[in-house]
């Protein structure tokens, strides 16, 4: 079963799919509402042009609710995000807003995913041995 | 329009003009500064976010895999760098 991130989802929103099948974790769903209804998204128009859009809460609630539909959400325990944050004191790069990366890698080894989809295939290689994907409507 | 609203002083703007900054032009933030905690003037960004509809959006043109990859970094970042008046 693959594990989708939150910009894997995002992808997923513009382009009007959403994944048939899959884990996230519940996070996930905080990170997309959060940034749909607060800083949004930057388009780039066809002349170039850059426009930040976002969405009502009621636009977005109604949006995760398609897009998160056919997933399954899995999530590590307290104690499991603390041995996660202890184990990434002991890697290189794994600090701040990666930190979210990181748990989102440790949940997917946890639930047993067979592979990763994500935009951000360059932190995740430092994160997992699990395989990546970069989004495609299934 | 969508704004959301952070105080800094002036002192703060000095050392910290990037940390401050960087909401006002990435994340459509408005930044009130103030002195001797009175607000004394305000940074707004040049491009707003609009709240359209969920077509609207996706009709808005491309969406640009760093575009959505810095929102994210953004949004985490915003929730602990919200800057609070002294």
């Known amino acids: ?138 | 329009m969508y704004f959301l609203s952070m105080q800094a002083t002036l002192s703060q703007l000095h050392r910290e003009t990037r940390r401050i900054i960087r909401p006002v032009i990435h994340g459509g933030e408005e930044v009130v500064l103030t002195d001797f905690g009175k607000p004394v003037a305000r940074i707004v960004p040049f491009m707003p976010t609009v709240t359209v509809s969920p077509a609207q959006a996706r009709a808005s043109g491309t969406l640009d895999d760093d575009h959505i990859l810095a929102a994210i970094i953004e949004a985490r970042e915003g929730e602990s760098e919200r800057l609070v008046a002294p």
């Open chain 1, 1 to 138: 079963m693959k594990y989708y991130d939150t910009s894997a989802l995002l992808r997923a929103w513009k382009e009007g799919w959403m994944p048939l099948e899959g884990m996230t974790r519940s996070h996930t769903v905080a990170e997309w509402i959060s940034i749909q209804t607060g800083r949004g998204l930057v388009y780039r128009a066809p002349d170039g042009q850059l426009a930040k859009r976002n969405l009502s809460p009621s636009d977005a609630a109604r949006e995760a609710q398609r897009v998160f539909s056919k997933l399954v959400f899995r999530d590590l325990s307290g104690q499991q995000t603390l041995e996660a944050a202890a184990l990434a004191a002991t890697r290189e790069g794994i600090r701040g807003s990666n930190f979210h990366d990181f748990l989102h890698a440790r949940t997917a080894e946890a639930f047993g995913a067979t592979s990763i989809v994500t935009l951000n295939l360059v932190d995740f290689r430092m994160m997992t041995n699990l395989q990546l994907e970069h989004p495609v409507q299934p």
